[in-house]
């Protein structure tokens, strides 16, 4: 290839930050192998970026009020509730016909979107643009999730609590209705089904796939993403360990809610392995009765702790959390009321286990840490990454939460918290868990490491895209 001109990439996140997070980190990693990486995004996320990276970011106005959503409101984590996002969804669509006129002026050598901008693959269709997409989750979720849409091994169950066997996986994974929304899979023409069939849709016309995960982590469903489903996908993960240091881990995502070098502080105080890192991730929040069952589970325990709090009823009573808890876990436990900075925590060598909600980047960064986990999916796709995790990973220990829910309808008792969380932090069993996820903390850094298999999938993918770009006339 005589052709020296650096590649240049689009990459546009959606914009919620368990999207907007790994996306950058794609751009940035990227961007370390020579690429002129671009982050396309609205102008509040655009602020949100550039503490963590100095890449070049264009803008695209957002119409949140166009669709009756608050002005300003760019981010799912600022929405009023929940429900809202369908019009997030609509404020969004209204972003293509910029994107188009920012495509056509600038005319980059490669896209890579978001699976929820699926309008996109067209809009690079329009220039010749080959398109990638990040659906920003585990190759095992895209497997177990395609089989369920082509086989509906639910039908065969009449209560939404009866498991059934997700067919043709690698392994036997087990499932219940209750778990992931059916009724809304199986309605394509409207809400989260038709959102998803678009999705299916533009992925399969799509050039390829990016994955944030890594080879060895799930070699099977890598494999049958690939060999059987027929899917061409590049494998570029763990994506959180390009940040080398503090500062760097610091300056990731949103302005944390505590001073970060008081959290290290506290940290450093602590024994190795000795305290459970509590998050559910960026959109998670839990009503008042829930919170104070978290609190009460975590001092029962007896265990150090970090707990990160959002609640979902933001009106009330401040002292929603149970009466004395702050004083009494004093020294042992440390609340966050707002953004962490959670690799930073989980990265630090007296943290020994994680309660998470199994958001594919909470996990992913959990698996880098070399962290065994207690997991408790609330929406999305995350009672799909809680199987790779027990199940087949067998390095977590489930909460015991058995209902898809936005915002923790399936109460978790203060007793299943504390059994939980002993399990994964005190005995040998946990050490023996915790020996298998230390292995896979050292595989994940290895693949993302020079030479790695992530680094020389991403060098695979950086020759395909220059062997296909327009040649100089
Ligand atoms: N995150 C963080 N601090 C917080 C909450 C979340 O740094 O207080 C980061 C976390 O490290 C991860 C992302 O936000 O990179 C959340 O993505 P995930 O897929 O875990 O969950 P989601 O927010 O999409 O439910």
């Not at 080959?130 to 659906?135: A, E, G, N, S, Y």
């Not at 909460?399 to 005995?427: I, L």
Request: proline fraction near 5%.
């Amino acid at each position: 290839d005589s052709d020296s001109r650096p590649l240049r990439v689009f990459f546009f996140p959606f914009m919620a930050h368990g999207h907007l997070i790994p996306m950058v980190d794609i751009a940035r990693l990227f961007s370390s192998q020579g690429v002129h990486s671009t982050i396309i995004t609205t102008p509040l996320n655009a602020n949100y970026i550039s503490k963590t990276t100095s890449l070049s970011i264009k803008t695209l106005p957002f119409q949140a009020s166009k669709v009756g959503l608050p002005d300003g409101c760019e981010n799912v984590d600022m929405l009023p509730s929940p429900d809202l996002i369908f019009k997030f969804f609509q404020a969004a669509n209204l972003l293509q016909k910029p994107f188009e006129n920012l495509l056509e002026l600038e005319k980059p050598d490669c896209l890579i979107s978001d699976i929820f901008f699926p309008w996109s693959v067209d809009s690079a269709g329009k220039f010749n643009i080959p398109r990638l997409v990040f659906h920003g989750t585990s190759f095992f979720a895209m497997c177990a999730m395609e089989s369920l849409k082509t086989h509906k091994p639910y039908k065969s169950v009449s209560t939404d609590s009866e498991p059934f066997v997700i067919p043709n996986l690698p392994d036997e994974i087990k499932m219940t209705k209750s778990q992931f929304t059916v009724d809304a899979w199986e309605d394509t023409e409207k809400g989260v089904g038709k959102l998803l069939a678009d999705a299916r849709a533009s992925g399969l016309r799509s050039f390829g796939v990016v994955v944030n995960s890594f080879y060895e982590l799930e070699p099977a469903y890598a494999d049958y993403y690939k060999n059987v489903l027929n899917m061409k996908a590049w494998c570029v993960g763990p994506v959180s360990v390009c940040y080398r240091n503090d500062e760097e881990k610091i300056a990731r995502g949103k302005k944390s809610a505590i001073d970060d070098h008081e959290c290290l502080k506290w940290l450093e105080g602590k024994q190795p392995d000795s305290v459970v890192y509590v998050c559910f991730g960026s959109g998670a929040s839990f009503p008042d009765e829930q919170l104070r069952d978290i609190a009460l589970g975590l001092e029962d325990s007896g265990v150090n702790f970090i707990w990160v709090i959002r609640r979902s009823s933001e009106s009330g009573s401040e002292d929603y959390l149970p009466e004395g808890f702050e004083d009494r876990v004093e020294g042992s436990g440390l609340v966050i009321r707002g953004w962490a900075p959670q690799v930073l925590i989980l990265d630090h060598p007296s943290v020994g286990g994680f309660v998470t909600h199994c958001g594919w980047n909470s996990a992913l960064e959990g698996i880098s840490a070399g962290l065994p986990m207690v997991t408790w999916p609330l929406f999305a796709e995350q009672f799909f990454n809680q199987k790779l995790i027990t199940d087949v990973l067998k390095i977590g220990v489930e909460v015991g939460v058995q209902k898809w829910s936005r915002n923790g309808e399936d109460r978790v008792t203060k007793e299943k918290v504390e059994k939980a969380v002993r399990a994964v932090m005190v005995g040998e069993v946990a050490e023996e868990r915790r020996g298998r996820a230390r292995q896979l903390g050292k595989l994940a850094k290895n693949a993302a490491a020079k030479d790695g298999s992530s680094f020389i999938d991403l060098h695979n993918l950086l020759d395909e895209l220059k062997l296909r770009r327009v040649p100089l006339s």
